[in-house]
């Protein structure tokens, strides 16, 4: 397949000014007629051919201004000579028939449970109709459909049954279409101008009452995005469908967004508080993507992070402000580490804004999404508060109804804080983790940080330039006075050094507060200074930072040499987790050990190579020195977070969940999971259930709690999900692949539903130690399973294939294992775009 390049883009040589759609549904035979008004575009070169996508569509009608035209459409779309267009405005009509039932791709229309519903992000509307399926051509939609459903649902207001009007001009991409028989759980919101708009979430019958806390999210969204953002919604209505077979999370459709049901139902029996939180993060994040993403979309596809990171960048300050921003900062580095510097540090690694693409749905990524919003925390720490939103103001005001680019954001900020971003500009155009050293220096009351950074080479990029990055820096005393307050230093060099004058005694450093770059921290610091920091680090990040760095140093040097667990990061974790003045949110995950992954991930960049089984008996013994350690105490610290009474989705109440389900793990490790088991039978919510579930199986005493709670929970399918996951996240390493196996035969293993196939395929890979089990059992069996769902669903496969992206940290016999079953994939006739270009980026 070809690759699509950056430098390569051209204007689409008409405007569409308007389009009607109609639709005669019909589960086999849908009939699409589409009227396009086109009109020659001024700013592209005259007397071009028009070319239109369109995949999967018999043509049964052509014409162009009524008279019918007679070209033939090829595999992927339909191209109109230049000749046969007039010099002026013309209207091209075309009717398709495409089979909404039959598409398994879960991508265009398609039939989910019984109901119509579409996906079209980033190229799903050209299985609709033949259309200019690119993001720069934004037009007006109006929709109508033919078809028996009580509930008819498109884009815009509403203007009679099955009848829609958007009057904002949009990209097909955000275009949606629902119908089916469902119910709404209603509210309103006035918006600030004091507008009122009809709130609707609509669900299958039957689980109505499990949009409560979907709607109160979106409310407060709402709220937020007026006092935060100064934006105000733009339409009457706001409808958001909740449906079972999605490849994604969410979708922000204008006005219509449709959900993955997993993140809108949710009840306290039936939802984790993982789930609450998610369910409020992803609320937010579609509903602000009405500004950014909607209003102000991308001109091409390298452009996502455009609309993803900011929009992530949104979500995570909205949940801060709902929750904790300390809990959400240090939630959101560990998932940054474990997925984006994972993928930036192997084959996969790509830009921010990558030149080039084979198929773009394979970037919907960690770096994208994620690193994406950590490059706007970066710019606005050193633009300021004040310049962020002076910045964000003039986005608004300039770029409102357009499809923008990266060079148009920046601009943006230059103009409206006068400083130069071309170095900055660095972060969106080179993939990799940049690496800082730190060394310091004290002398007669002058301090001196010497930060030197290396940015490694990646796929197609070997040589790079220093980037600009904010380290904001504090300095303690050596009684834990701060005696200088965070300070954002800016290292735009490959090696700089920072002073500090008039210090009395030489101070302890916490470096990158709040995580505030993206980068791996290098620097030499002792067990004491480390648990210095974590008892007086003023900030929170860092001090929950400092606790991970000597729980990290302690496990890696297990790893590599075995030993006691030293009784130093004992007292010190001791300390932390009976402090009542810390959030027991914050001493949660002071409790959580580094993953596996993640060690294997750090053991790789010191230049080992990583036995997953040793990392995996070592983690495991420091969790046992740990419980041994707080023994005596663990009793009544769970004892004392009980939480009776009806239970508060809040983040308060939450944390006491997590802190006593960290210690009933410690607990399980010298009770045999007895005090898990009467947690189990004493559970008034799905966090505390499903929590002290895991607890057994990960101590081998689940197996009657697992089949208890299967035949509890048999007929809900969200919850069902978590059970078939738990399985095989909780499984030894040496049975993993036959119970991944086992589950994959089990009669509701319903491998077509990306959430049930999820829960059982990719909870393998996320088995660190079962995954990589020396006898490549598992590995053959994620390439089975690959291959057998790539032509029934590719995206999803392209997705899950990154399980296989660390191949290059392990020994030459995982090494050999991994490509002979990516060879294996890649040699598979007919294999889907989507994952021969994974495969092939993952082989090199
Ligand atoms: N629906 C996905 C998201 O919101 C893609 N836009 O990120
Ligand atoms: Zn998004």
Redesign the pocket.
Known sequence: PQAILLADYQPFPFLLDHVALHFKLHPTQTRVTARLSFAPNPAAKPGQDMRLDGENLILHALSLDGRTLAHTPDATGLTIPAADLPDGPFVLETEVEISPETNTSLDGLYMSGGMYCTQC?AQGFRKITYYPDRPDVMARFDVTMDTDMPVQLSNGNPTGLGAWHDPWPKPAYLFALVAGDLVAHSDTFTTMSGRKVALNIYVRPGDEGKCAYAMDSLIRSMKWDEEVYGREYDLDIFNIVAVDDFN?????NKGLNIFNSKLVLATPETATDDDYARIEAVIA??YF?NWT?NRITCRDWFQLCL??GL?VYRDQKFSGDMRSHAVKRIEDVLALRARQFREDGGPLAHAVRPDSYVEINNF?TATI?EKGAEVIGMLRALVGDEGYAKALNLYFDRHDGQAATIEDWLKVFEDATGRDLTQFKHWYTQAGTPHLTVTDDFKDGLYTLTIEQKNPAAPGQASKDPKVIPVAVGLLNSDGAEVVPTTVLELTQERQSFAFEGLASRPVPSILRGFSAPVILERESSAEERAFLLAHDTDPFNKWEAGRALAKDVLMRKVIAGGDTPADWLTAVETVTFDETLDPAFRALTLRLPGEDDIAQSLHAAGHVPDPAAIHSARRAMQGGLAGHLAKRLPALIDGLQTPGPFDPGAVAAGRRALRLAALALMARLDGGASAQVAMQNANSMTEELGALAILLDVGQGDDAAAAFRLKWQGDRLVMDKWFGLQVVSAAPDRVAQITDALTKDPDFDWKNPNRFRAVIASLASNHAGFHHASGDSYRLLADWLIKLDPVNPQTAARMSTAFETWPRYDADRQALIRAELARIAATPNLSRNLTEMVGRMLG
């Not at 994604?248 to 922000?252: P, T």
């Open positions: 992000e994604m999370g969410a979708m922000e994040h579609e993507h993403g609309k993803e929009t919907y999404y």
